[in-house]
């Protein structure tokens, strides 16, 4: 149910998110006043809308402020063909503005793996924005680049599991990187990624995702849970440069798998 925003709803947009990081609270509050956001609290497996259906458009731009994480899954493999985690945002291939009014693909479903906090941005105010700074409307057209890119690692994915997991990986990284995500403090990349996320955007079965991840334990790519570690579905992934070898490996190049 939407939430009447909280007085410092503007402070964390320009704080936690990156199409905002660094901007004013006042140059951002001309163009949003308090009443024109609504926050909302999106549950784990509900849909929140179908992108790309023929003449249908959204109203709103999503932001995720907390917790999270939010997917797109094409038909009719099941594939998840998109993974948005606090900080970024979804929705603007569905706005008519920029980009969104030409990217059209396929029926998606985008539903909330876990319950999601979000922030509605308006279109009417978008548009504003877009077409009086120019800074913002570069990163605004740069979310575009990095689903394109993120679906790239996608289709580089092989029925090679070792292969394929890195791939979704290295998307992950790169695309979280460019947002100015990730790494955290401690130097690791920590990714929200249950094993059925992986399995369903590698088209690998949960048993052989979980082979792989515990392959890429024991040669060092990942490390283990932190103690602090607040998600069960934690990867950690400590050799980001590494995982471009296994990325481009094939069958006889990686000498540990199939595990023994």
């Known amino acids: 149910m939407p939430k009447t925003p909280p007085p410092n709803l503007l402070t964390a947009l320009c704080e936690q998110t990156f199409l905002f990081r660094g901007m004013a609270v006042d140059t951002l509050a001309r163009y949003f006043p308090p009443d024109s956001l609504t926050l909302e609290t999106l549950f784990s497996n509900r849909p929140v809308y179908t992108a790309f259906l023929p003449d249908e458009y ?28 606090p900080g970024s945002c979804f929705g603007m291939r569905n ?94 990349y920590h990714f929200d990624l249950p094993i059925d996320v992986i ?25 283990k849970p932190p103690k602090n570690a607040t998600s069960e579905d934690g990867v950690y992934v400590v050799n980001p440069n590494g995982l471009k070898e296994v990325y481009s490996a094939t069958r006889d190049k990686v000498a540990w798998w199939p595990l023994r």
Request: hydrophobic share 45%.
């Open 58 to 85: 959204l109203d709103a731009l999503y932001v995720i402020l907390n917790e999270g994480l939010v997917i797109a899954r094409s038909a009719p493999l099941d594939r998840i063909v998109a993974l948005t985690y």
């Open 95 to 188: 706005l008519l503005l920029g980009h969104g009014q030409a990217a059209r693909a396929f029926p998606s479903l985008v539903e909330a793996y876990k319950t999601t906090q979000v922030v509605k941005l308006p279109l009417a105010a978008l548009e504003a924005l877009y077409q009086e700074d120019a800074a913002w409307r570069d990163r605004y057209q740069f979310l575009f680049e990095l689903r394109t890119k993120f679906q790239y690692h996608l289709l580089n994915c092989s029925t090679y599991p070792p292969q394929a997991v890195a791939a979704l990986l290295r998307g992950l990284i790169y695309q979280e990187r460019e947002l100015g995500n990730q790494p955290q403090g401690d130097g690791l």
């Open 199 to 223: 399995a369903r955007a590698c088209q690998l079965n949960p048993r052989t995702v979980e082979q792989v991840l515990k392959g890429l334990l024991q040669q060092g790519y990942l490390a």
